[in-house]
Structures are given as C-alpha cells and as structure tokens.
C-alpha cells in the first residue's frame, strides 16, 4: 500500500486540470497522503514519495531535455507513474509509425524530419509537432494555404521538431473526437471532445479550449482502442493510466489519433462516480 503519492502537476496549469479534484477526493478515502507538487521545484524531496505520478505537467514540451532529465532523476530516486520508459515512447508520435505497422488502425500521418521536404495535401489538413501536448503548435490548412503551412512546418523544423502532416478528417467538423480511458489496463469509460483547432493559426496558451460530454464506446471504438492497448502493453507492459483517442474515417472505420501515456486527461467529470475510486486504487496498490 502506498502511503505517500506526489500528484505532479506544473505552475501553468495549477487550477486547470479537470480531473485533479475528483480525483484527490478518490485517493484521500483510501487514506493515502497526496501533495500536489510542480515537477520542477527544486524544493521538493521526490525521495520522501512512494509513488510520483504524472498528471498534469503540461508546460514539457517547451522544456523537454529539463523534463527528461528530471524525470530520470526522480526514477532513481522512487517509483514513477506511468513508467519512464512508457513516458519516453507516448511522448513522440512517431509511435503511430510502429502502431501501424503492427496492424493497428491509425489516422493516415506523414512524418517530415528537419530537412525533408514536405509535401502537402490536395485537401484540408493538419500540421503539428511529433513531442506536444494540448493541441500545442498544431493547426490546420486548407488546399489554398500551402504558403502558409510550409512556414510552420519550417518553424517546427528550426526548433528540431519532427513534423507530422495528417489529413483533416471530415467527422471532426460534426462528431469530433472520442477519448477511450483505461486504468490498470482495463477499459474504464469514454468522453466525446470537441477540439477547438486554429485554421492556420497557434494555440497560444497551455492548451486548445475543448468541449467535453460523456460518451458510451461503441464495439468498433473499443476494438480499435483494444488494438493499441493490446500492442502498448506488448511493448511496455500495462501502463497505470492509458487514453486512447480516436476519430471516424471517411471510410467510416475509427483510427487512432493518439495514445497518451506522459499526462492524460482522463476526463473523471464525465465518467461515474466509481472511475476516480479505480483510478485511485490503480495508484495506490
């Protein structure tokens, strides 16, 4: 039983994290004692902790090596949630490359590293970085804003980002995307979200505005989620706390968008009541 957890969050995001009420409330019924902490607070005794987890430390992307860093550190030192190794892959998209390659149906990605030429799309599209979070330096184009698109990918390429190039997939417009939540790498409860994306643009702050509702999975999102939850814990084992996050194909068949393994929302406002008690029973056992 764990008797001391760090909830690791950031400055930036402290108040903004959807989940992180319900959830302490969850982990103080089992007794355990929880310290909010910022991952970069240099006055935090990270030894003292039987247990860190990753939940809110949003601001990574924008100071990855002092992140991967920290997080080594603090590996040596107690025990880290989810696992570094886990963080290190869920971090850079190019996992869609491997995810696809095992069978598992992905979002259709075009990856263009730093001096590769980029070759975009007759339709709408979307660019962003291969490490973000929060829809952060993503955007999408349309088929007359090519100039455009190619400046932000020259961007991302100066800051040494690999970029990936997706096409804009029509449902979003309407049905936009579903995140499948599991914990302890069972299938715990879905949310529909509405990404508020900039057309040719940035997202200034954290993270792009969503519009969240609750949502009942149906057999083919949970068989296209089961899919990258099967091959991740082939890879990496069972990871605490997974989402898998997909959209409708013009095809009509889900694909996956993500797999957030570093810091995921795990949208416990739109679940029931019991999915903050198996999130804190994942991470205090």
């Given at each position: 039983?764990?008797?001391?957890?760090?909830?690791?969050?950031?400055?930036?995001?402290?108040g903004?994290?959807?989940?992180?009420?319900?959830?302490l409330?969850?982990?103080a019924?089992?007794?355990?004692?929880?310290?909010?902490?910022?991952?970069?607070?240099?006055?935090?005794?990270?030894?003292?902790?039987?247990?860190?987890?990753?939940?809110?430390?949003?601001?990574?992307?924008?100071?990855?090596?002092?992140f991967?860093?920290?997080?080594?550190?603090?590996?040596?030192?107690?025990e880290?949630?989810?696992?570094?190794?886990?963080?290190?892959?869920?971090?850079?998209?190019?996992?869609?490359?491997?995810?696809?390659?095992?069978?598992?149906?992905?979002?259709?990605?075009?990856?263009?590293?730093?001096?590769e030429?980029?070759?975009?799309?007759?339709?709408?599209?979307v660019?962003?970085?291969?490490?973000g979070?929060?829809?952060k330096d993503?955007?999408?184009?349309?088929?007359?804003?090519?100039?455009?698109?190619?400046?932000?990918?020259?961007?991302?390429?100066?800051?040494?980002?690999?970029?990936?190039?997706?096409?804009?997939?029509?449902?979003?417009?309407?049905?936009g995307?579903?995140a499948?939540?599991?914990?302890?790498g069972?299938?715990?409860?879905?949310?529909s979200?509405?990404?508020?994306l900039?057309?040719?643009?940035?997202?200034?702050?954290?993270?792009?505005?969503?519009?969240?509702?609750?949502h009942?999975?149906?057999?083919?999102?949970?068989?296209?989620?089961?899919?990258?939850?099967?091959?991740?814990?082939?890879?990496?084992?069972?990871?605490?706390?997974a989402?898998?996050?997909?959209?409708?194909?013009?095809?009509?068949?889900?694909?996956?968008?993500?797999?957030?393994?570093?810091?995921?929302?795990l949208?416990?406002?739109?679940?029931?009541?019991?999915?903050?008690?198996?999130?804190?029973?994942?991470?205090t056992?």
């Amino acid at each position: 039983m764990i008797g001391r957890l760090a909830w690791v969050t950031a400055r930036e995001a402290r108040g903004q994290d959807e989940d992180e009420a319900v959830a302490l409330a969850a982990l103080a019924r089992t007794g355990v004692d929880v310290d909010v902490v910022d991952w970069d607070d240099p006055a935090v005794d990270w030894a003292g902790y039987d247990r860190v987890v990753l939940r809110s430390p949003w601001d990574y992307p924008a100071r990855l090596a002092d992140f991967l860093a920290w997080l080594d550190a603090t590996a040596a030192l107690t025990e880290v949630v989810n696992e570094p190794r886990t963080v290190r892959w869920s971090i850079d998209k190019r996992y869609l490359a491997e995810l696809d390659e095992a069978g598992v149906p992905i979002t259709d990605t075009v990856f263009v590293a730093p001096g590769e030429s980029v070759d975009l799309p007759a339709g709408d599209f979307v660019v962003k970085p291969a490490v973000g979070a929060g829809s952060k330096d993503a955007a999408s184009y349309g088929p007359d804003q090519h100039a455009v698109a190619r400046e932000h990918v020259e961007r991302l390429h100066a800051a040494g980002q690999v970029v990936l190039v997706q096409p804009y997939v029509a449902s979003v417009a309407t049905d936009g995307e579903w995140a499948l939540v599991y914990l302890g790498g069972r299938y715990s409860h879905a949310a529909s979200k509405r990404v508020a994306l900039p057309r040719a643009g940035v997202v200034e702050t954290l993270f792009a505005e969503e519009t969240n509702a609750p949502h009942e999975a149906t057999a083919e999102q949970r068989a296209a989620a089961d899919a990258a939850m099967a091959h991740v814990e082939e890879r990496l084992g069972t990871p605490a706390y997974a989402r898998i996050d997909l959209v409708r194909h013009d095809d009509g068949g889900h694909r996956v968008l993500e797999v957030e393994l570093v810091e995921p929302s795990l949208f416990l406002p739109y679940a029931d009541a019991s999915a903050a008690d198996r999130l804190a029973e994942v991470l205090t056992t």
